[in-house]
């Protein structure tokens, strides 16, 4: 517990990594092309999906929903992670701190959810072609983004509150290079069990139950592409979910990596390394992934329009 004579810690100094100046550099670069690659590919999609009609489809208003998110996360993690690089460290208010972790948990949360609602419109796609355009319609779409992004603030407004309330004394290093919630955690000098005790509760409704109705909607994609005579049809089939699923096991492999698998003997680089994974290189290369759809999805899309 923190001692009554102990003053309340205002500020943080993020450590970022700790490496050699022209390594530092060399970071910085990387990361400066990455950061800009994304920014660029993801507002490509979210441009070329709002102007091309042939885009209008519930999957590519997903993507582009899913590219929103994707800027939103790395805004929020890389220019303050350059500056860190620059400087070999950096400080970061309080409010400034729980701020960040505010974004971040929206825009991962927001990407957990997306990436649910999508499985689900390749189930419908797959398993109940014939009522494809009937269910997910223009409004249906909307909706289920509007839920989305309503989970997705929700859950980020919990972790704000809570990790207001914690009492931070004494050091105000932070180990990492973002403000996450488990490093916060570790500097709180009171009871973090409420804390705690919120990340099991909010990770089932934001990583186990979207996580078993993705597997079900698969499970159930599989059983019918299997029933399909041809190979030609079940090829044709299996590529219009290939990008998605690829996309989910790049995520929740990373996510699953960070924060469900036991973190002792792991050193503070290789946490920090596994965090970038999801933070920095899953939205730079989500983009490329989903723009290798586009010629294999095209003819499928003109077919299925977003009324």
């Keep these: 517990m923190c001692e009554n004579n102990q003053t309340e810690v205002n500020e943080f100094f993020l450590l970022g990594f700790q490496i050699i100046h022209n390594l530092r550099i060399f970071f910085f670069s990387l990361l400066l092309v990455i950061y800009c690659g994304t920014i660029c590919g993801n507002l490509l999609i979210i441009t070329l999906v709002s102007t091309s009609k042939i885009l209008h489809t519930p999957m590519y208003f997903f993507i582009s929903q899913f590219s929103i998110s994707d800027i939103l996360v790395t805004t929020d993690i890389v220019p303050n992670l350059l500056h860190i690089l620059l400087n070999n460290g950096a400080a970061i208010t309080f409010f400034g701190c729980i701020t960040q972790l505010y974004t971040f948990s929206v825009g991962e949360s927001l990407e957990c959810f997306l990436l649910t609602v999508m499985s689900y419109d390749r189930y419908v796609a797959i398993c109940n072609p014939l009522r494809y355009t009937s269910i997910m319609t223009r409004v249906h779409c909307v909706i289920l983004t509007m839920i989305c992004w309503l989970f997705g603030f929700s859950t980020g407004l919990m972790h704000f509150i809570t990790t207001a309330k914690l009492n931070i004394c004494g050091s105000n290093i932070i180990d990492h290079v973002f403000c996450d919630l488990i490093p916060l955690i570790e500097l709180s000098c009171s009871d973090p069990s409420i804390v705690q005790l919120e990340i099991y ?44 699923l690829i996309v989910v096991s790049i995520f929740y492999g990373t996510i699953f ?51």
């Design 257 to 307: 990596s960070v924060y469900m698998v036991p973190t002792k003997g792991q050193t503070s680089t290789m946490s920090k390394i596994l965090s970038l994974l999801y933070t920095v290189f899953t939205p730079f290369i989500n983009p490329i992934i989903y723009s290798l759809r586009n010629k294999e999805g095209h003819k499928e899309n003109v077919r299925t329009p977003l009324r």
């Design 201 to 244: 509760i909010l990770g089932i409704p934001m990583l186990l139950t979207p996580t078993i109705i993705i597997v079900m909607s698969y499970t159930s994609i599989v059983r019918a592409v299997l029933r399909i005579p041809s190979s030609t049809g079940r090829q044709k089939a299996f590529s219009t979910c290939s990008s998605h």
